[in-house]
């Protein structure tokens, strides 16, 4: 099992960027898939993006496709999600998932709060 703590969330003027970040604990994180998903008030929990083990295959959403980039090092058990040309419509609650493969992320952090004003 893997534990994961997410930060680098906050307020941000539409345009803007924020990166955010995912610490994993556990000598295994580097065998861990990982991901990221989002929850807007009253929306249901959606995909973002995920990243394989070795950093070689990643995944994206279609709404934030070419803004959005996700990245891991395995040296310092962490993943994270760099989010640019923000949208108001990508305000949401970010939380970091793991499993064994990016179609099978069932661990989950606590969240990170995203808001974008316009």
């Known amino acids: 099992q893997v534990q994961l703590v997410e930060s680098g969330g906050g307020l941000v003027q539409a345009g803007g960027s924020l990166r955010l970040s995912c610490a994993a604990s556990g000598r295994t994180f580097s065998s861990y898939a990982m991901g990221w998903f989002r929850q807007a008030p009253g929306k249901e929990r959606e995909f973002v993006a995920a990243i394989s083990w070795s950093g070689g295959n990643t995944d994206y959403a279609d709404s934030v496709k070419g803004r959005f980039t996700i990245s891991r090092d395995n040296a310092k058990n962490t993943v994270y999600l760099q989010m640019n040309s923000l949208k108001p419509e990508d305000t949401a609650v970010y939380y970091c998932?793991?499993?064994?493969?990016?179609?099978?992320?069932?661990?989950w952090g606590q969240g990170t709060q995203v808001t974008v004003s316009s």
């Open positions: 998932a793991a499993g064994a493969n990016m179609a099978t992320l069932i661990y």
